[in-house]
């Protein structure tokens, strides 16, 4: 596959770092179950059926050595989504450091939504079931989306989601936010006073809630 596909009104591209999620977060959108661990190499392409409008979502592979594909894939992308994992500090940095140079680059990516993965995983530990510590906090990836769209004409409006693709928290959320804002004409709701449950309002941000709604305007 290549990364010229034209058939489509929206392409979204998908990155992140190795092992972060992305096929399991985009595959639990599209076909409703979870996937567990998988490779991607090079990158793969699913198309999604968006009331009259068909969607390209490149999922791209998070290895290093692939890196120098990323900006093969990502070109033409007018949305991505910049994945890490709440369980691995890592994961965010190698956002910080490939990805997000990249997109900077490339003019056409207007929306960018953050998206933690694996929040299924955090918790106490209780018999029976293996939890692993938060190492991301909710202020770090709030702070990060926030800086990623500052072109946003929204401006206090934060694209920040924490999912599990396990369980199908926030997953939703992650795209629907993209495609409402490109294509409010769907019928749904009209763009202005849109509510998108647990995304973050950043007037409305405090340290001890890491849910709020939002109100979509453009």
Same mark, same amino acid.
């Given at each position: ?40 190499? !090079?990158? #793969?392409?699913? +198309? %999604? ?21 990323? #900006? *093969? ?17 890592? #994961? ?10 990249? +997109? ?14 694996? +929040?299924?995983? @955090?918790? @106490? ?6 939890? +692993? ?7 770090? !990836? ?18 920040? *989601? ?24 769907? !019928? ?15 007037? %409305?941000?405090?340290?001890? #809630? ?9």
């Amino acid at each position: 596959t290549n990364g010229k596909f034209t058939g489509r009104d929206l392409k979204v591209v998908l990155v992140g770092d190795a092992n972060v999620g992305k096929t399991s977060l985009v595959r639990r959108y599209i076909d409703r179950k979870f996937q567990g661990s998988v490779s991607t190499i !090079g990158a #793969s392409f699913l +198309l %999604k059926q968006w009331g009259n409008y068909n969607i390209a979502i490149w999922d791209t592979a998070g290895a290093e050595k692939y890196s120098g594909l990323s #900006s *093969f894939y990502c070109r033409g992308a007018a949305a991505a989504v910049l994945t890490f994992d709440l369980t691995r500090y890592k #994961s965010i940095e190698t956002l910080r450091q490939r990805y997000i140079p990249l +997109l900077e680059v490339m003019d056409q990516v207007s929306v960018k939504v953050v998206a933690g993965t694996k +929040l299924d995983l @955090i918790g @106490i530990p209780s018999i029976g079931q293996v939890y +692993l510590p938060r190492q991301v906090a909710p202020e770090e !990836g709030q702070q990060l989306a926030a800086e990623v769209n500052t072109n946003q004409t929204c401006r206090d409006i934060i694209p920040y *989601f924490e999912t599990s693709s396990k369980t199908g928290q926030n997953v939703d959320n992650v795209f629907e936010f993209i495609f409402e804002y490109f294509f409010p004409d769907r !019928g749904l709701r009209p763009r202005c006073n849109n509510k998108l449950e647990d995304s973050i309002v950043l007037k %409305k941000m405090s340290k001890n #809630s890491y849910k709020h709604k939002t109100v979509c305007c453009m």
